[in-house]
């Protein structure tokens, strides 16, 4: 049993979303798709547990055939680490949006909601433990139009052209992927990676390996949203339901950024992708311009949702900077940003889906005195907002430390400064909201407010607990981050 | 040694679950201000507790809380930390008695708010005052701006709205774009953030990086409110006048030459601050001693006038700090204390007077002494103790101060002392003449003696303070040398 968890985490979800489709019944697919996730959490953290325990991957071969002829499923720490977020996250939000969901679309669409949110969670599974370059082509297409479907099922009718653009825009990124992987392919006849990695290294200098690595990198920076290339994520964050926002913020760009390091560390090697290209300096551009335009755009959004859109820009700038820092600190902040990040993000969403749900719009303007009527989502809005802010004693701050000190490794002062300047900005954004929310007495003619269903708040709560107990005991997130720093520069350093 | 150590906590934790206690007994004032009291009693004798060890030598601390590899959460108590937390500590007792009376006769709304967050406030003072490295006082000196941003902006109107803003955004963003990295660079350059006697910072740096780091800290604590930082102390005056006294003129000030001193003294060291690198200090801060007198001569506003008063004040520390010299950090300390117990009552004798008279403006006071005499007696002390005349607290500070800038043969700094003791007497002296001495030329709008007895009752004590500390400053003084004795 144990030794089938690799396939067991993938199969179960792809059959449970079959499954869900044919009942269709909300009540059921909800029990359904959370017993998955929470299972799918057990297999992540099982296998996590495993590799630190024992020092060894996990591989395991599908269908019985040997890598690299067959597909290989290969669990070391850094994929076992993401697993476990993803996972974490599903089901996080799975209890936490069954109210949110049945308020925001349209009842007999709640059993495809259920049957795409499985997929989507299978495939963004699947690329992280898969070894095999094209095998995660298939598994970012079925998390992609999965994801596609969810954002369209939003509300706003607005919703259907956010997920078109982002449809377009995701289909580039995955058609250049596999250009790229294409390329490789026909250099080195291989597609499992660690076979790739090996039989690359004669000929990394060969203009196909160059342009093979060229199109993997701007098709997954599309996916991961890298300044410029985020036009589609705003729409899709602001108008998609809520649940749906916080699960794909929390995990669909970071699943992207993990594939990133995979190409950048293992298949073409730190000493390659990092020393002799131009990649870090270009990356590091990107980053700051990520940080301080997304951040920039923010401070004018008046819909509330797309301003933490516009956040999540700048805070993927935050982990693309980390690996732009090309030394082990800096490599670390951007793995504990990718968990931290996801954490208080997810927790900023799930309260704005309560605001969207009694205020009945996420306007600012329209939120004031929410303060008053609805404290322990406000309040917790502060308590986000501390950390994304990167106050001590909050997740933010401990990310923020790793990559200033990458910086000052490099001796690069200047980032330091920006940085901090930067942490402004998310402050001068967050007060915003605080000031509407606490200052701001609510208009006599507006519908009276109250605290947003319990199984929301709940859970955003404990996100943002989290947030804080991260912030001190950082032996889990920093702990398996070094770990996982030291496999990806295993060797190339 | 355990046994202190669990002290230590406790001075931190008891206000905390004050706080816990206080929230929760939200509608009833007599239970709520019982906790307050009874709190702050509490804390007062545990701090008192630690005095007679730490005296004797002992350092006592608590076992680090590692957060990440080389960056702990840890406290120690040294004698300027214990200066600091008697100041806070005593003084929360009196400002509790006071509020009681303040708040109930204003009908200030939201009172439980107040008390809660007052009393995080002050448990965040405490893991400054304790604080062991650079990092546990950084992370309490956040939680005190945040902690205060509620109190600042108590009345929830557009003014306190405003004020409030400029309080946290001045605040917050020295401590993040200046403070923060120089925290950061500390931990880098030195390896650790550790308070140790002597400084951490390894010799051999070059002085450009010397120059920037001390730029960096100093404005970076903008709770020292050296100019151009200062402009939140005058906008935080929005808050009520308990506020004002205990934490504008005493905690978070305080905190703030508090932190310069300590970063002086344990983080540069006085041998590498004594340096050309960082001489800048002694005239930013001359400046500042200056320039805010200057401001508060033109004041109307008796709360306004108060607060330039304290941003002059403060400069004083940070000028004797920043000569580095033992007797000018013994001047330093001293002059902690004598301000924190002259400026609480002067603040204090401004909020009975608001109490009893409705009055804000100074030239409303005329012949107000008659009407309440121990408000502007208390009144009179305080003022003479920031002229630093005998005999009040405020001679023995300026006295150190001077003698070591005689010793330093610091012709600047004479001068700035020199000066500004004239421009003291020339912003205070006014108003304690139109009390006394001139006659009420409008009649008041309606009868009025005194504030309510605990408004009285309290700023006669911190008047009290002010003059014992004169004549018995044996403990602050024996805690000062010994700060500097190790140096030595």
Redesign the interface.
Known sequence: MLDQLPAIIIAVPLIAAAVCALIRNETVCWLIALVVAFASFVGSATMLGQVQKYGEDISYKLGGWAPPVGIEYKVDLLAGYVLVLVSLIATAVLIYGRQSVKLEIKKNLHGWYYTMYLLCMCGLLGIVITGDAFNAFVFMEISSLSMYTLIALGKDRRAVAAAYQYLVMGTIGATMYIIGVGLLFTITGTLNMADLAMRLVPLLDTPAAIAGMAFIIVGLSLKIALFPLHLWLPNAYAFAPSAVTSFLAATATKVSIYLLMRYLYTVFGFGFSIERTPIPEVIMVLSLLAIFAGSFTALFQENIKRMLAYSSVAQIGYITLGIALANATGLTGSLVHIFNHAVMKGALFMLVGGIAMQVGTVRLSDMAGAGKAMPLTMFGFVLGGFSMIGVPGTVGFVSKWYLAMGALENGWWWIVALLMLSSLLVLVYMGRVIEVAFFRERPVDAIPLKEAPKSMIVTAWVFLLACVYLGFDTSFTVGVAEQAVNVLLGGAQ | MTDLSLFIVAAMLIPAVGAGLIASSGSRPNVREAYTLVTAALLFGVVFLLVPSVLQGARPATEG?D??PG?S?QFVIEPLGMIFAMIASTLWIVNSIYSIGYMRENKENKQTIFYTCFAIAIASTMGIAFAGNL?TL??FY??LT?STYPLV?HK?NDDA?AGG?MY?GIL??TS??FL??AV??T??IAGTGDFTVGGIIPEGESPYLIAALSILFIYGIGKAAVMPVHRWLPAAMVAPTPVSALLHAVAVVKAGVFSVVKVIVYVFGLDLFSGDATSWVVYAAGFTVLVASIIALGQDNLKRRLAYSTVSQLSYVVLAAAMATPLAIIGAAMHITAHAFGKITLFFAAGSIYTAAHKTEISQLNGIGKRMPFTMAAFTIGALSMIGVPPTAGFLGKWYILSAAMELKDWFVLFVIFVSTLLNTGYFVPIIYRAFFKAENVPPAHEHGEAPWPVVLALSLTALGTLALFIFPEVPLALAKALVGQIL
């Open positions: 809380f957060l990440l960056l959460i990092f950084f992370l956040e939680a945040l902006t929830g709205k803003r946290l917050l963003s993040v774009l923060l990295p950061i660079a931990y880098f």
